[in-house]
Antibody
């Protein structure tokens, strides 16, 4: 079945970096993109950015520009999200989600985030 | 990019219908028919309920429907059931430089 499996929980100190993985299975990895979404404790969803698994193109949320890097390894159908210079307010559950955004003859299309990983808890604490 | 605006909470009785609004701007909701809606139960990953304003993914009940007028999108749930109690988030495409933006979320209580 189609699924995304994320790496395990992380505890980091302020100023450190974290790299979360998201392994895809059950579909053609390069036919979709991967969005990363985080959710701080008791808060709403925040879109962090997106990467095309087809060509590696990325688009990051402005507030995270310069601190976040998203990559893929097509040989293992795995996406990665690295966040640097961690702060306490980066404490959150981090999700990867499959999606597909594109520009066709009829204009833009976006099929939504239809498959989600189980989430990875990242705790930033001294 | 500011988050889309949703009511913090809505409620309804079993069998009733409720509507959750999602207000954006002419740069996001108003410019693109690319609004999606997600349901999230406590401790679980979100689930896609609606995409491209009004399309339902396979397996999603037809009790869930979406619409849009101007800068405001709406999710309607008819025939409310106890299992519909959850948080709901809207999300819109906002152009190539911003890409996606979520609403603040709405907690639905089934009385």
């Amino acid at each position: 079945q189609v699924q995304l499996v994320q790496s395990g929980a992380e505890v980091k100190k302020p100023g450190a970096s974290v790299k979360v993985s998201c392994k895809a299975s059950g579909y053609t990895f390069t036919s979709y993109g991967i969005s990363w979404v985080r959710q701080a404790p008791g808060q709403g969803l925040e879109w962090m950015g997106w990467i095309s698994a087809y060509n590696g193109n990325t688009n990051y949320a402005q507030k995270l520009q310069g601190r976040v890097t998203m990559t893929t390894d097509t040989s293992t159908s795995t996406a990665y999200m690295e966040l640097r210079s961690l702060r306490s307010d980066d404490t959150a559950v981090y999700y990867c989600a499959r999606d597909r955004l594109g520009l066709g003859s009829g204009g833009y299309y976006y099929y939504g985030m239809d498959v989600w990983g189980q989430g990875t808890t990242v705790t930033v604490s001294s | 990019q500011s988050a889309l605006t949703q009511p913090a909470s809505v409620s309804g009785s079993p069998g009733q219908s409720i509507t959750i609004s999602c207000t954006g701007t002419s740069s996001d909701v108003g410019s693109y028919n690319l609004v999606s809606w997600y349901q999230q139960h406590p401790g679980k990953a979100p689930k896609l309920m609606i995409y491209e304003v009004s399309k339902r993914p396979s397996g999603v009940s037809n009790r869930f429907s979406g619409s849009k007028s101007g800068n405001t999108a709406s999710l309607t749930i008819s025939g409310l059931q106890a299992e519909d109690e959850a948080d709901y988030y809207c999300c819109s495409y906002a152009g190539s430089s911003t890409s996606l933006v979520f609403g603040g979320g709405t907690k639905l209580t089934v009385l």
